[in-house]
Nanobody, 124 residues
Framework: QVKLVESGGGLVQVGGSLRLSCAASGGTFSSNAMGWFRQAPGKEREFVARINWRGGTTGYADSVKGRFTISRDNAKNTVYLQMNSLKPEDTAVYYC?????????????????WGQGTQVTVSS
């Protein structure tokens, strides 16, 4: 059973930056593709970024492309989301998720394990 714990959320002004971290335990982290998703109040959970098991392949939602960067450190069992040039519409609870396979996906339904989420609020 994989356990995921996110950290790094908070309140930031428009144009600012945050780095989210997701620490994994209880599984073979280096075998899992990972993803970041977010959910704003009253909206469905949506894809943000994904990374395959070795970190060589990444993907991003159009809304964050060029501003967010996903990375992973398999030695530390941690995946990161660097968020730059933040906008008010980036305000949401951000979730880390793990697949049971090595190749990443942008589909919520294809991730088996989820963290509890971390709040990101971008103020104008």
């Amino acid at each position: 059973q994989v356990k995921l714990v996110e950290s790094g959320g908070g309140l930031v002004q428009v144009g600012g930056s945050l780095r989210l971290s997701c620490a994994a335990s209880g599984g073979t982290f280096s075998s899992n593709a990972m993803g970041w998703f977010r959910q704003a109040p009253g909206k469905e959970r949506e894809f943000v970024a994904r990374i395959n098991w070795r970190g060589g392949t990444t993907g991003y939602a159009d809304s964050v492309k060029g501003r967010f960067t996903i990375s992973r450190d398999n030695a530390k069992n941690t995946v990161y989301l660097q968020m730059n040039s933040l906008k008010p519409e980036d305000t949401a609870v951000y979730y880390c998720a793990a697949r049971e396979v090595a190749w990443s996906s942008s589909e919520v339904s294809e991730y088996a394990y989820w963290g509890q989420g971390t709040q990101v609020t971008v103020s104008s």
